[in-house]
């Protein structure tokens, strides 16, 4: 049984550290504007497994920290929560979301109609991209 609830930034944070930053302080993961945006958790079986956040700049979205836990990932838990953000967007009359995909996982997000930029940026130890999909 898969459950999408709204959360507080906090309960983001291991899950983003754990996947994303393992080796960096725990601080690290925690954005400035947090608790300007909209976060999300997937539960699986009633276990927090993944995480995504949302912030938004009039009818512009944009979705940053998604997460899965590594021992669930390539079961469709990412899918999910990207259905749910989009559809979420979609009632908010969102005009545009966007993210910085990694380099490498910029084919998981094709999927789901984003398209690439020309903006490639490096941060962190990872080469990025724009992506963005149009409403």
């Not at 608790?35 to 512009?60: E, N, Q």
Request: glycine share 6%.
């Amino acid at each position: 049984m898969v459950q999408i609830e709204q959360m507080i930034p906090q309960l983001t944070w291991r899950i983003r550290h754990e996947v994303m930053y393992p080796d960096q302080p725990f601080d690290f993961v925690k954005l400035p504007e947090d608790f300007d945006g909209i976060h999300f958790g997937l539960y699986a079986d009633h276990k927090l497994t993944g995480v995504v956040s949302l912030f938004s700049i009039g009818s512009i979205y944009q979705f940053r920290k998604l997460a899965i836990l590594d021992n669930a990932q390539k079961m469709g838990y990412g899918s999910q929560l990207m259905d749910y953000l989009i559809e979420f967007c979609k009632v908010q009359k969102a005009t545009k979301l966007w993210c910085n995909a990694r380099v490498n996982a910029k084919e998981f997000y094709f999927k789901f109609g984003f398209l690439e930029t020309d903006k490639i940026f490096f941060k962190d130890g990872y080469d990025f991209i724009i992506m963005e999909k149009e409403f």
